[in-house]
């Protein structure tokens, strides 16, 4: 049974930080491109982050970039989140999301909500 499990959201306020991180089971995780995308209320799912199989190579939105850093374990199947400097706008739930590197099949999480208040 595949799962992506989100932990580590919460309340934090602006300036803080927060680590994210995202289990994965049931699928060969290294084979798979692994992303971090989020949706505010009213708003569309846009994505934060993404790393190639290796950990190699990562990408990001521009409104993070800087700011937020995506990692990978893939011994332990874990992709990351480590987020600093947050803003009230960064208030979203987050999802964790694979690609599999060499097709279509893909799979999301159910999120992990960040609020950012003081």
């Known amino acids: 049974q595949v799962q992506l499990v989100e932990s580590g959201g919460g309340l934090v306020q602006p300036g803080g930080s927060l680590r994210l991180s995202c289990a994965a089971s049931g699928f060969t995780f290294s084979l798979y491109i692994m992303s971090w995308s989020r949706q505010a209320p009213g708003k569309e799912r846009e994505l934060v982050a993404g790393i190639d199989s290796s950990g190699g190579s990562t990408t990001y939105g521009d409104s993070v970039k800087g700011r937020f850093t995506i990692s990978r374990d893939n011994a332990a199947n874990t992709v990351y989140l480590q987020m600093t400097s947050l803003k009230p706008e960064d208030t979203a739930l987050y999802y964790c999301?694979?690609?599999?590197?060499?097709?279509?099949?893909?799979?999301w999480g159910q999120g992990t909500q960040v609020t950012v208040s003081s």
């Open positions: 999301h694979a690609l599999f590197q060499y097709g279509s099949q893909t799979y």
